[in-house]
């Protein structure tokens, strides 16, 4: 009988264990659930792409730290040359890219699949202006102000630093959307003559034109903005823009009113922009928080220029992009929650 005494509380007390491990366990699954409440995204991975450009790195890290936040896993973004930026995220070889100038990209965005196979998503940063500059001097000293008296050889030979006689423009990346709207400008305007793009890395070729500029030479340069390069060249004291003689763009980025191509009240020529997050649709159906994530992020101009000055004074490895994007998510503490927890709504 004692025996069996001892097993009959042997048995009550395993019961009990078993209990209190199961309330413990039912516990910890409800912590979870609560935790993952809303993060459609644990568990799903995220693939991306950028340009060598390291400012768009920035707009990448904040764009996936969100994701993260939301519970994507994210794969390292890629670096990728445009179209095939374009190009792979239309394939679903990549879920997005944060990269996309609403107008210069156009083209880029039809030959992929256009709608069919993408989609526009939000505005990432709103309000990017782009055009042509030369340096303050020479421009106060021969009264240059629009772009079209670059036809004049002896107006044209002011810029010119390789001795063939044409002007010489610092411009884009071969590829790049802006390198494809200068070359029409330049057939639109009638300047095949007296004008030529230097193509190449446009980051190098800043390089020596700020070179040439501080050793006293005439300077005439494409300029994004946000760059640092305003804040090297301050548009008014060292350099003014230049106006075209009329609007004129390639018909891949559609129809352009004069109001899209006027800042403070000059025709620079390239329609004020903004850039968007591209994604693959089938990506997005999938991802309603992902999407909502997307609507929701916005980055401003001012930020994106000091940005870019940190990169160009050195803070530009891989660890210094991520510490400044997660110093930004710092700065904007409040509205980032807002947009988290809006995201996270999606889910149901």
């Known amino acids: 009988m004692r025996a069996a005494h001892k097993s ?21 699954s409800n912590t979870k659930t609560i935790e993952t409440k ?30 993260e936040q939301l519970g994507y896993q994210i794969i390292e973004p890629k670096e990728l040359s445009y179209p095939a930026i374009h190009l792979a995220v239309a394939n679903g070889d990549l879920d997005y890219t944060p990269v996309h100038g609403d107008k210069a990209h156009q083209k880029f965005f039809e030959n992929s699949g256009g709608e069919e196979k993408l989609q526009k998503v939000g505005v990432l940063i709103p309000g ?14 021969y009264n240059i102000t629009n772009l079209e008296q670059l036809k004049k050889p002896e107006i044209a030979k002011l810029f010119d630093f390789d001795g063939d006689g044409k002007a010489n423009l610092t411009g884009c990346n071969p590829g790049w959307g802006c390198e494809l709207t200068i070359e029409h400008h330049m057939d639109a305007y009638g300047l095949r003559d007296t004008f030529e793009q230097d193509k190449g890395e446009y980051t190098t070729l800043l390089a020596d034109t700020i070179t040439r500029y501080e050793q006293g030479e005439s300077i005439l340069l494409y300029v994004f903005n946000p760059h640092w390069i305003s804040s090297v060249l301050i548009p008014g004291k060292d350099v003014v823009w230049l106006e075209v003689p009329f609007t004129s763009l390639p018909e891949s980025q559609g129809k352009v009113t004069e109001k899209d191509v006027f800042v403070d009240g000059k025709n620079l020529g390239f329609p004020i922009g ?16 992902a999407k909502r994530w997307f609507e929701l992020v916005q980055i401003s101009i001012d930020d994106m220029n000091a940005e870019s000055l940190r990169i160009k004074d050195g803070e530009d490895r891989p660890e210094d992009i991520r510490r400044h994007a997660e110093e930004w998510v710092e700065k904007n503490q409040e509205l980032w929650d807002s947009w ?9």
Not at 43 to 66: D, M, R, Y
Not at 276 to 283: C, G, P, S, T
Not at 340 to 348: D, G, P, V
């Open 8 to 28: 009959n509380i042997g048995i009550v007390i395993a019961t009990l264990l078993m209990g209190i491990i199961a309330c413990q366990s039912a516990t910890e």
């Open 340 to 348: 988290i927890e809006e995201a996270k709504q999606a889910a149901s």
């Open 128 to 141: 990017t202006t782009q055009g042509y500059q030369i340096d303050k001097k020479t421009a106060d000293q």
């Open 38 to 67: 809303g993060l459609s995204g644990e568990g799903v991975k995220v693939s991306s792409a950028h340009s060598n450009w390291i400012e768009e790195h920035f707009q990448t890290a904040i764009v996936n730290l969100g994701l």
């Open 274 to 289: 903004k850039y968007r997050i591209v994604a693959n649709k089938k990506f997005l159906a999938a991802n309603p928080v």
